[in-house]
């Protein structure tokens, strides 16, 4: 094996095109040069070291011509150099030079400038060699009295780390930090000294936080924390303390640092499920959100309130806080918001929602007076779809929603009012008592809608329940406004005629003006010219603009309507003669719209399937068939209801699988033991330090699978072939932004290899962090080099490279052996992710990045193929399972993911299978949709990578 190591702090960046210095112009440089030319030699002589260079020759030349200089800047280099220098010869035993320099760090422990005693002590905190420490103990504890808080700060953190690691040199340590801690003042010094007297002695750091537990609210925040942290680990470790630390966990929620009283919150729950606690701890987080300007904390701190609303006996104290959540709103970013909006709805109560929808309502009509901005209509939709899923839970403030909402059918925005209809469809569906206010409001804004299809959307629901002969005879009267004079052909034709007649007039009557172009020549402008674009630009009726423009599919919706409402008036009216000139009214708007559509006026013709609909419509009126009135009248409103029943037992599935299952004991239960456990069966009783620690260094929270699928060994990558001189293989591990390359090299020669350096180089977005180091290998040795990469988004990477090493005794240059390419698997970034229809729709229009995947397969079942597709791209199907189920030889599903990056990767299935050929293959294509073109390109890679692995090996007969 390879020797280990040596234990180096200091890591220091070298330019990869910078030329090797020579080692006799360095002893030169260092003996007879200037100050500053001293200290470029002594930079070039540290980085030489960290190559793997020995320099033993320059290392008296070091000590005779540099360390006596007095310049800070050499003396902080030289707190470097002595640190990265080999310190022991090939026998193994301490260098004598080692003694002389021993002496001069004793010198200047006892410098009268604090930076240089201050920063030899933080250099004496890296030493692991004791030989070289005992010589200095009695001047490092002369400095523990020093009247710069610098030096006493750095001087007990040189007595923790040599304590730590030697504690026969100073064996009364703790006792001498206890005592330096009573008398001190400085804020700093005190932390540092508490933090090592919680490592090194709990129970001298508990007698000291008891002395003055009534004082700590007024220690400064960097101790305040460190005492969190104490009596966070006294009271896990001992529950019989929580009783003598709580009160001083509560003061210091009331600390002035954020920092602090976010901690204390954190422990304070983890230490009491009292409800006065948990409602302290929650008070203090959202007081922390509403005042921190990072929107990171905001979110990190709601990711908190709501980990404490997921546990079942916290969740009746947060039903408390819910209009001291909704102060979170002021926030301006949408992330913070929505989270928001979606905590309090979980939380809200019969006692408190009609509070929170006077908060509601006043923040819809925020945002309708605020300035339009990017986010302000998705405000808007957020805040539309929890009061739609507040009238649903609680179906007495439907009354004083519905209003509000309505006046938002007119909104610009057409998907914050396609949400408000939405939601006014399905509450004038199951709110029968609600209908008249609902259709008078409905009645009252409609002229006001400027979406075609928010338009079309309210023609339906007017023409669905108008009932009485009123509103029946309201709507045919805003049909006729909307649609302006008709027969529509004819008023067009006599407006243009008309128009041409009137500029024919103001030509003759019109005063010419005389204007001067930009050549100083003369042109005339008469009353004519002037006049034509303002007849143009006369504005129409909205329902005939839109058929102007070609929008005919409105025309049919407007017809289905018409024969809804005439058929309930004729049931209505006894007399035959009104029946008649409703009838004759409603076929007259219907006819007209035909006509206009073959007329050629409009800019699109109108298609077959609208006049097949629309002379439907009127063969209906015409017939007045007692069938058809059942299926116009009945059959509708009976699909609207099965459709929105299969909603709400969708929602309540996805409410079952968010509940938790209550933990219960049973009496054959199987004792866990806490050493037996995994890291993710610990649960509440795992250390949060400890466990945030994990998180961090990412080897916590492994996924549940069997133990072959998280084994190691199917992340190794072999990079040379087993008859290379030199073996590698790459054990591949990722850590959300970070990959960790772990490199086992074997030398499967007889020969001592010098300088191997692994040289990696990366493609993509992928970033080497710091160059290996080069080793020394001995024959048929082995040894493990780490490199790390940064990864800045979700493309596939690409990782390469080469070993090259010296042979001992050889004359000729360089040996090299190339690498296999490691290829970096874009799953480990994708998470699956949900959005709505709506929102897919609107995403899959905006990205211009579009790859079309062929679907070869050897796979004969379409469901198989989805359900492999899902498995390997990480992807979620948002196409619900009852519109997949069945046997029609086709299949279309939308999948959604989203990368831990933030992107979003839309993608469309669209296979099939010849019904009469149980054994063909599936076909089709995959059309995968990204904002970037590396994510749609990477999940195209992958998506045809998973298609060649999925190929079923043949039977052998």
Known sequence: MASLEQPCYTLINIPSDSEPPNEMQLKQDLEHGDLRTKTEALKKVIQMILNGEKMQSLLMTVMRFVMPLQDH????????????????NAEGKMLHEMILVCDAYRKDLQHPNEFIRGSTLRFLCKLKEPELLEPLMPTIRTCLEHRHAYVRRNAVMAIYTIYRSFDFLIPDAPELIANFLDGEQDASCKRNAFMMLIHADQERALNYLSSC?????????????????????????NPSERARFIRCIYNLLNSSSPAVRYEAAGTLVTLSSAPTAVKAAASCYIELIVKESDNNVKLIVLDRLIALKDVPAHEKILQELVMDILRVLSAPDLEVRKKTLNLALDLVTSRNIEEMVLVLKKEVVKTNNSMEHEDSGKYRQLLVRTLHQCSV?????????????????????????????????????????LRPVIISKLLDTFPSIKALKIHRAALWILGEYCTTRDDIQSVMTLVRQSLGDIPIVDDEMKKATGEVKEEDIQMT???????VTADGTYASQSAFSSSVPTKKQQARPPLRQFLMDGDFFIGAALSTTLTKLALRYVAQTPDPKKQNAFLAEAMLIMATILHLGKSGLPTKPITDDDVDRIATCIRVLAEKSPFLFQIFNDLCRQSLSVMLSVKV??????????????????????ISFLQLLSKNELGATENMFDLTLSQALGVGNKKESDLSASSKLN??????GFSDPVYAEAYVH????????????????????????????????LKLVEKPQPVVMSPQDFTNIKASVKVASTENGIIFGNIVYDVTGAASDRNSVVLNDIHIDIMDYIVPASCTDTEFRQMWAEFEWENKVAVVTNVTDLHEYLDHLIRSTNMKCL???????????????NLYARSIFGEDALANLSIEKPANQPDASVTGHIRIRAKSQGMALSMGDKINLSQKKNKPAQRVV
Not at 73 to 88: D, Q, R, S, T
Not at 401 to 417: C, G, H, T
Not at 745 to 764: S, W, Y
């Open 213 to 237: 537990i009534d004082q700590v609210h007024t220690f400064g925040d960097i101790l305040q924390l460190v005492i969190v942290e104490l009596i966070y680990k006294v009271c896990h470790a």
């Open 649 to 670: 037992e969708e929602e309540k599935e996805y409410q079952k699988l968010r509940e938790k299952k209550s933990a219960r004991v049973q009496a054959d239960d199987p």
């Open 715 to 720: 992340k190794v990558t072999q990079l040379t």
């Open 73 to 88: 800047m050499v003396k902080k280099l030289l707190l470097i150099f002595w640190e990265v220098v080999p310190k022991y």
């Open 393 to 433: 839970k609680f179906q007495d403030v439907a009354g004083t929603i519905i209003p509000v909402l309505i006046e938002f059918l007119s909104d610009q925005n057409e998907m914050a009012a396609a949400d408000v209809l939405v939601f006014v469809r399905e509450a004038i569906h199951r709110f029968e008592p």
């Open 509 to 515: 009557q019109g005063s010419v003006q005389k204007l």
């Open 879 to 893: 196409t619900p399972e009852k519109a997949l189920r069945g046997e029609c030889g086709f299949m279309a599903a």
């Open 734 to 765: 990722v850590n959300q932004y970070d990959i960790v390359l772990d490199v086992l090299i074997v030398n499967q020669t007889n020969d001592t290899l010098q300088n191997l350096t692994l040289e990696l180089a990366t493609l993509g977005d």
